[in-house]
């Protein structure tokens, strides 16, 4: 019985409240709207605030509430968890109101939406680079506001997805090998050139053994003639590998190919 009363209760409070909702949609009273779009962000209903907002931000232009109004479609958005939309308002508002009252948290939650959706690294990173550069510019402006640091650590994050997509890139080229062509130049070339754009990534030591991957089977693949050169690069790339990394993880691995190459460049005749 008290579970049925409770039901009945509910469903009257919830009719009631759609019917509300529906009064307010019909209503050409701006200011009453706008004062429910506020009540429905402040009670967690955000696809009814997005609903009014998105109705009235257009009429809010030159008003006193236009900047809130925006503000607040935006983090309805957020909230939500459509970032790409959040992301959108965000910029539109710091771009409209770069000394405005939310400026601040206006560009950092639209680098963060842009961070939210960076795709995983075997895709495109196109956004994950526009990430990157809004979160530049916001530690730029706002160097020592409470968020400045969050900022600088999901920068570093999305770096590291990148120095990640060029190992994948690196590894790739490994695997291919002679395929249409020297992939294992390619595979070097790719790792080297990452260690440069990212010198403090955690992917340090995977660019440098794949470097040295590269040189063992392109000389195991390689002519006669070409074999005793290739093997002496297989000895410079161990040196560098054991020179950065002394008690590195792939050190038995490394070992290996050292010592068959030496016995190479031995046996194999000086043409």
Do not use: W
Request: glycine content about 4%; aromatic content about 16%.
């Amino acid at each position: 019985m008290r579970k049925n009363i409770m039901f009945f209760l509910l469903l009257a409070l919830t009719l009631g409240s759609c019917g509300e909702y529906n009064k307010i949609l019909k209503s050409t009273d701006r200011d009453l709207k706008y004062s429910y779009a506020k009540k429905y962000f402040e009670e967690g209903k955000y696809s009814r605030s997005i609903t009014l907002l998105e109705e009235l931000v257009p009429f809010m232009k030159g008003t006193a509430d236009a900047e809130e109004s925006l503000y607040l479609l935006a983090q309805s958005h957020y909230n939500s968890r459509d970032y790409i939309s959040a992301t959108e308002v965000f910029t539109t508002y710091y771009n409209t109101y770069q000394r405005g009252e939310y400026a601040e948290p206006a560009l950092f939650y639209s680098a963060y939406g842009m961070y939210l959706d960076s795709p995983d690294p075997k895709l495109d990173q196109s956004k994950t680079y526009t990430a990157i550069a809004e979160f530049q510019k916001y530690i730029e402006k706002y160097p020592q506001t409470e968020r400045a640091e969050q900022a600088r650590n999901y920068m570093f994050e999305l770096q590291e997805k990148l120095a990640y997509k060029d190992l994948l890139a690196a590894q790739l080229y490994l695997n291919l090998g002679n395929y249409k062509g020297n992939n294992y130049e390619a595979a070097v070339t790719t790792a080297r050139e990452a260690m440069k754009i990212y010198p403090y990534s955690i992917h340090m030591e995977d660019y440098q053994i794949t470097i040295l991957r590269a040189r063992y089977e392109f000389a195991q693949r390689s002519t006669l003639k070409t074999q005793p050169e290739r093997y002496r690069m297989v000895v410079d790339e161990y040196f560098n590998y054991t020179n950065t990394f002394p008690e590195g993880k792939f050190l038995s691995e490394a070992e290996k190919y050292y010592k068959e190459a030496l016995t190479k460049i031995e046996q194999l005749p000086t043409i």
